[in-house]
């Protein structure tokens, strides 16, 4: 099973600032199947990225991501006050599917 | 518009069994993959497991396999996630979702609401 290790815990920031998320895995990520979710308390977590770097349909382009094999990140150019959040990673190139456990960003 | 719609709050004892739905609607049901995801209160996500509406082609987490058995009605569009015997472990929201893509390596596009599940004597 791979393991997807997410940093850090929680990043503490202010709107118009600049966040980066990383995702480590255990082992290669087969493929760049990596995706990252957005989930806001209360809701279902959305799609944001597939495939390591494409953004999912209508997700605002100051949201960008990329990697390979073991490292990825998302980057969120500059914070609005709605992605405030926690994000996920997960891998979906080897079963079973996993998500790391998460990046509280935070005001 | 596609939509998965579940079902709402669950209270049940421990050893009682539950099967929790999930309906779509605004595609062809049969052809796409749904997953199950549990996320226990203030935790993250976990990938339970996933069927194929057209031919129940099922896989299984091995951290969940045993412990819950995912079904589908392609008749009725709706998947299910089910068990036998609660314990109050399995308190938890659990949501499905779709996968983008008509083959396994795809990522989750739409989810549900998520149904929450509450088990306590």
């Known amino acids: 099973e791979i393991v997807l290790t997410q940093s850090p815990g929680t990043l503490s920031l202010s709107p118009g600032e600049r966040a980066t998320l990383s995702c480590r895995a255990s082992?290669?990520?087969?493929?760049?199947?990596l995706a990252w979710y957005q989930q806001k308390p209360g809701q279902a977590p959305r799609l944001l990225i597939y495939?390591?770097?494409s953004r999912a349909t209508g997700i605002p382009d100051r949201f960008s991501a990329s990697g390979s094999g073991t490292d990825f990140t998302l980057t969120i150019s500059r914070l609005e006050p709605e992605d405030f959040a926690v994000y996920y990673c997960?891998?979906?190139?080897?079963?079973?599917?996993?998500f790391g456990q998460g990046t509280k960003v935070e005001i | 518009e596609v939509q998965l719609v579940q079902s709402g709050a669950e209270v049940k004892k421990p050893g009682e069994s539950l099967k929790i739905p999930c309906k779509g609607s605004g595609y062809s049901f049969s052809s796409y993959w749904i997953g199950w995801v549990r996320q226990m209160p203030g935790k993250g996500l976990e990938w339970m497991g996933i069927?194929?509406?057209?031919?129940?082609?099922?896989k299984y987490s091995p951290s969940f396999q045993g412990q819950v058995t995912i079904s589908a009605d392609k008749s009725i569009s709706t998947a299910y996630l089910q068990w036998s015997s609660l314990k109050a472990s399995d308190s938890a929201m659990y949501y499905c979702a779709r996968l983008q893509g008509r083959w396994l390596r795809s990522p989750f596009d739409y989810w549900g609401q998520g149904s929450l599940v509450t088990v306590s004597s």
């Open positions: 495939g390591a770097s």
């Open positions: 082992q290669s990520v087969s493929s760049n199947y």
């Open positions: 069927i194929y509406p057209g031919d129940s082609d099922t």
């Open positions: 997960q891998q979906y190139g080897s079963s079973p599917w996993t």
